[in-house]
């Protein structure tokens, strides 16, 4: 055969050659184009899973949307997301893309479809504890008991792709794909499946924020209306106090003076059960009425203070101004806590009571001769705190002074233009 093909015509001979070479250069030209082919196609998935990331308001529906598209990259009819339980090594199934459809699951797995039985995917973990993506075969993976090999063998699945959820040195989750042939992977579909499991993993990041500024927004929320019931409250009970005080003094002296004390009563009643309702359920966040502070606080101190037994003097100081409601409303209860804590315990003589208006500011002073208090000590009590919080509410100042046995000054100061 040798000797016959010397024979050839050189002609012959060469061109024999050049279709070997024109087949082989055909292929390589082939093989750049299936590349930029390939990574096109990478390119508009994740163009399209980003899209869907950021415009899906459901988180659940855009991870499941990741998850389908996951399957439909690979040919997977079926597969599952995978989220870790908070502080445990443990995952549990939190949704399923099967035959393109996708499935949320509750506690009991009620559902997912029938044939998923999630609770065998996660046998596998070397793709959680390697943190890369793996290829399980289940003819061979040693980490499956006979039990599960022969469940996946029933169900007809021969290849498990394990890809994990990275968020720094955490693994916040796994993505799990099914498939009924055996199978192995193109480093770049690994690669694609990685980068879609880093959107997934950003989403979820952002669903955690969410659910963290939500519980934070809950508990300002409820120190709020805890701030405003206990002012309001305070304050009507401490007046209801008082009045009920004269009353028993009056049935002594002069009974038929108590119905006007009882009429009182049932007004301060009225006045602190009305307050409290709008505290809880928030029906005026921005009163316009608390922007007139001098009425405000004047109709607070009448309230507050009649049938005391002490001097109240109450002054209003430069030139008065309308504020924003949310700084009239705060120095009001502010105000109101001072008062009430003097009529409850100060056991004092005189109050007085000083609103200050200049060019840049306004100050509210409310001022006692009783027996005071040391103010960093920790009374126990939610008054100073909730004057406190008040006050950085609304950038203030807030100062206490206070010495046992020499009456207490408290100060609000706000610029307030």
Not at 65 to 83: F, I, Q
Not at 346 to 375: M, W
């Amino acid at each position: 055969m040798v000797s016959n093909y010397l024979r050839l015509p050189a002609s012959t001979r060469y061109s024999m050659s050049q279709s070997d070479f024109e087949i082989k250069a055909q292929s390589a030209s082939e093989a750049p184009i299936q590349r930029v082919e390939q990574l096109a196609k990478a390119n508009a998935v994740l163009k399209k899973t980003v899209d869907v990331l950021a415009s899906e308001p459901e988180i659940d529906t855009a991870l499941g949307h990741v998850l389908c598209v996951m399957s439909e990259c690979l040919g997977s009819p079926s597969s599952a997301l995978w989220l870790a339980a908070p502080n445990s090594d443990t995952f549990h199934v939190h949704l399923v893309c099967y035959d393109g459809e996708i499935f949320r699951t509750t506690a009991d797995g009620k559902e997912l479809p029938g044939s998923w039985r999630q609770g065998q995917d996660l046998a596998w973990k070397t793709h959680i504890r390697d943190r890369h993506p793996t290829i399980y075969n289940v003819e061979t993976a040693p980490e499956l008991t006979p039990e599960q090999r022969q469940f996946m063998q029933q169900l007809g699945v021969k290849t498990l792709l394990g890809v994990p959820l990275l968020l720094r040195t955490e693994v916040i989750g796994s993505f799990t794909l099914r498939f009924m042939e055996q199978r192995e992977f193109q480093a770049d579909d690994l690669e694609l499946m990685q980068a879609l499991a880093h959107h997934a993993t950003l989403a979820i990041q952002l669903l955690r924020m969410a659910e963290q500024n939500r519980e934070a927004a809950i508990l300002e929320e409820r120190n709020r209306l805890a701030r405003e019931i206990h002012d309001t409250l305070a304050q009507a009970f401490t007046g209801i106090s008082i009045q009920l005080g004269v009353a028993k003094w009056l049935l002594r002296q002069d009974p038929t003076a108590v119905a006007d004390i009882i009429d009182r009563v049932e007004d301060l009643t009225r006045s602190g059960l009305a307050e409290a309702q709008r505290s809880v359920w928030a029906l005026r966040p921005n009163e316009k009425e608390y922007a007139d502070l001098v009425q405000q606080l004047s109709g607070s101190v009448n309230q507050m203070t009649t049938g005391a037994s002490l001097a109240i003097d109450l002054q209003i100081l430069g030139a008065p101004r309308l504020l924003s409601p949310a700084i009239g409303k705060n120095i009001l209860r502010i105000g109101q806590e001072a008062i009430t804590n003097t009529l409850k315990h100060a056991e004092a003589t005189t109050l007085s009571i000083k609103l200050t208006y200049d060019d840049t500011s306004v100050e509210l002073c409310v001022q006692d001769n009783g027996r005071g208090f040391l103010p960093d000590m920790d009374t126990g009590g939610f008054g100073l705190i909730s004057m406190s919080e008040r006050a950085d509410r609304i950038g203030g100042q807030l100062t206490i002074h206070s010495q046992p046995g020499q009456g207490t000054e408290i100060c609000i100061h706000v610029a307030a233009t």
